[in-house]
Nanobody, 119 residues
Framework: QVQLVQSGGGSVQAGGSLTLSCAAS????????MGWYRQVPGKERDLVSR???????TYIDSVKGRFTISRNNAKKTLYLQMNSLRTEDTAVYYC?????????????WGQGTQVTVSS
């Protein structure tokens, strides 16, 4: 059974930093690309960043230079280091694993964790 268990998150003032973690189990961690998404109430879940099996990373423009996605295959854990946080980064963040071409989405999702940035 695949599980993605998230930790980290919380509340921080603008300009602060937070790190999100996503511990995976139940599949070959190194075989899948992974991603971080975020969602605010009333809106769709949006991609924030992706990391491929070989470590290639992509980011949405609004987080470039502030967020860093990384993975530790030995620990089977995905990370999102978030610096210089802004109020508009407030959202529930989700990790995701193993892209499905047929479904055009990730197959597995974490439980979500709240990130709140105050001014």
């Amino acid at each position: 059974q695949v599980q993605l268990v998230q930790s980290g998150g919380g509340s921080v003032q603008a300009g602060g930093s937070l790190t999100l973690s996503c511990a995976a189990s139940g599949y070959l961690f190194s075989s899948c690309g992974m991603g971080w998404y975020r969602q605010v109430p009333g809106k769709e879940r949006d991609l924030v960043s992706r990391i491929s099996r070989d470590g290639t990373t992509t980011y949405i423009d609004s987080v470039k230079g502030r967020f860093t996605i990384s993975r530790n295959n030995a620990k089977k854990t995905l990370y999102l280091q978030m610096n210089s946080l802004r109020t508009e980064d407030t959202a529930v963040y989700y990790c995701a694993a193993c892209w499905s071409r047929s479904r055009n989405t990730y197959n597995h999702w974490g439980q979500g964790t709240q990130v709140t940035v105050s001014s």
